[in-house]
């Protein structure tokens, strides 16, 4: 096999999410968040599990660090839960909270592990919920004060700060798909807003973030599919190009400074659900949000075939039958040239200077095999993939 050599400066990390892992949701002062009360709700989860105990890194993370440092790894991105720090989203702030992450992180640091922070990786506090969450214009403020005490907290050891995980599953995953946390389906005025507060949080809170921690780099993390078209059909590639700034261009236009893509505002007004078109902006809101960042953090997981629903109606429908790679247990198709297309956009196309591969990875099921071990070789055989077409991104000059 040919051997591949990565740069001396490339970081290998792992990630996860507070909600995935911790636990201890009603410990030492933390707030409810919404996916504790997602997960509570009957109905709501399949198997009706939830986050209550997770993989209790609350109480296990010193053992977990021993296990980052046994895989031998560089850096560790982790999110913060917010109601772990401000239970009510806004007011006072819980000394414990502070405390457990001033904990891991000093901890990742004596094991020479470079901590990455993510400010919201989708768990908001169910107090800031009730007062209207993403869609309420105000938790753009409440988001920058909690970015304000966690970043004076960690700023001095702490380098690496991501604003936000994923705008797309925070804002039409959760808001107009109904999949994730608060749960509302088919509210495409929500889901617009509720995006643009994320990113206005986002812009704003950059600069606090930079003021309190000296000498940091800032960035966010959008989560990206490759889109492609099913045939070459004029209604085809419409639809392509439509599902590609939904999804896509929507999040990583406004930014890189070049707003929302216009072709898409067009679409959706037209298409009845963006009745008010871009009201929900301010002046100044879109300078802000452009705000200067220092790297992008890239989710990849899939590609989409997109295909129009009638030559008539060009508005993007999966093209599955088109797709006919493997995929995975959660029939994710697997395509690795996707993340190698994807990067190379992102650096040539936006001029963006450094980039994170911050998630990739796939969904299998396989449990241990007679020797007690998990012979998880297809989980393998993706990441060497993937790894390789990050590779090939290297050598075509992506950073």
């Known amino acids: 096999m040919a051997t591949f050599q990565f740069p001396d400066n490339f970081l290998w990390g792992t990630a996860t999410s507070s909600y995935q892992i911790e636990g201890a949701w009603q410990e030492d002062g933390k707030g409810e968040s919404i996916w504790d009360r997602l997960s509570h709700t009957p109905g709501k989860i399949v198997d009706g599990s939830n986050g209550d105990v997770a993989c209790d890194h609350y109480h296990r993370w010193a053992d977990d660090i021993a296990l980052m440092q046994s895989l031998g790894l560089q850096a560790y991105r982790f999110s913060i839960a917010w109601p772990r720090i401000l239970p009510n989203g806004t007011g006072d702030v819980n000394q414990a909270g502070l405390d457990f992450y001033s904990r891991l992180v000093d901890g990742l640091l004596e094991a020479g592990i470079t901590p990455f922070a993510t400010l919201y990786h989708w768990d908001m506090p169910q107090a800031q919920q ?18 304000d005490v966690i970043s004076r907290h960690l700023g001095d050891r702490v380098k690496n700060w991501i604003t936000h995980n994923e705008p797309w599953c ?24 509720a995006a643009h507060h994320v990113l206005l949080s986002h812009g704003l809170a950059v600069p606090v973030i930079r003021a309190n921690s ?38 990583v236009d406004p930014v890189y400074g070049r707003g929302y893509p216009a072709d898409m505002v067009e679409a959706f007004t037209q298409a009845g659900i963006m009745p008010g078109g871009l009201d929900f902006v301010q002046p100044g809101d879109m300078a802000a949000i452009a705000a200067v960042t220092d ?14 629903q009638s030559e008539e109606q060009p508005f993007p429908v999966p093209a599955n039958e088109v797709a006919t790679l493997p995929r995975t247990e959660m029939d994710w198709e697997i395509y690795p040239h996707g993340l190698y297309s ?25 449990g241990p095999g007679e020797d007690g071990a998990v012979h998880d070789d297809r989980r393998t055989d993706y990441m060497r993939q993937h790894f390789m077409a990050a590779h090939r991104a290297i050598l075509a000059g992506v950073p």
């Open 130 to 147: 009730d007062r209207g969450g993403w869609p309420d214009r105000a938790t753009v403020d409440a988001f920058v004060e909690y970015a």
């Open 170 to 193: 925070v804002s039409f995953l959760s808001h107009q798909i109904g999949e994730h946390a608060p749960g509302w389906k088919d509210d495409w005025g929500a889901a617009f807003r």
């Open 214 to 251: 000296a000498g940091s780099e800032v960035g966010i993390t959008l989560n990206f599919e490759w889109a492609e078209s099913a045939s070459r059909s004029a209604a085809d590639l419409t639809a392509t190009r439509w599902y590609d700034g939904y999804f896509n261009r929507w999040f």
């Open 295 to 308: 790297f992008l953090g890239v989710n990849y997981y899939t590609r989409k075939v997109m295909k129009a």
């Open 342 to 366: 994807l990067l190379c956009r992102m650096h040539f196309n936006y001029g963006i200077p450094k980039l994170y591969v911050t998630e990739n990875g796939c969904s299998y099921s396989d």
